[in-house]
Nanobody, 122 residues
Framework: QVQLVESGGGLVQAGGSLRLSCAASGRTFSSFRMAWFRQVPGKEREFVAGIGRSGRTYYADSLKGRFTVSRDGAKNTVYLQMNSLKPEDTAVYYC????????????????WGQGTQVTVSS
């Protein structure tokens, strides 16, 4: 497993931006497929965006164009840039790592951060 620590969450007005960071330690970061998920109380954790070992990115269809995921191998960090935020983006955002090629399901990810709260006010 890899240890993950998220940061960068907070309160922002609708239309604003935030950048989340996820610092990884432990296993070789470059061998992991990384992703961001989010969860609101009473709902299942949902996939937001991911980035493969090669740097290829993939997104939830509803979030394409507003969110951008990236990774910095030198810093062992994954980022989620969130623009044009909406109140419905309010959630706890989790960083996750997987050694499974093509992983997109919660069950495919064995490493998780503690989560960071994002609140978007209207």
């Amino acid at each position: 497993q890899v240890q993950l620590v998220e940061s960068g969450g907070g309160l922002v007005q609708a239309g604003g931006s935030l950048r989340l960071s996820c610092a990884a330690s432990g296993r070789t970061f470059s061998s992991f497929r990384m992703a961001w998920f989010r969860q609101v109380p009473g709902k299942e954790r949902e996939f937001v965006a991911g980035i493969g070992r090669s740097g290829r990115t993939y997104y939830a269809d509803s979030l394409k164009g507003r969110f951008t995921v990236s990774r910095d191998g030198a810093k062992n960090t994954v980022y989620l840039q969130m623009n044009s935020l909406k109140p419905e983006d309010t959630a706890v955002y989790y960083c996750a790592g997987s050694e499974i090629a093509g992983a997109v399901r919660v069950a495919d990810f064995g490493s998780w951060g503690q989560g960071t709260q994002v609140t978007v006010s209207s």
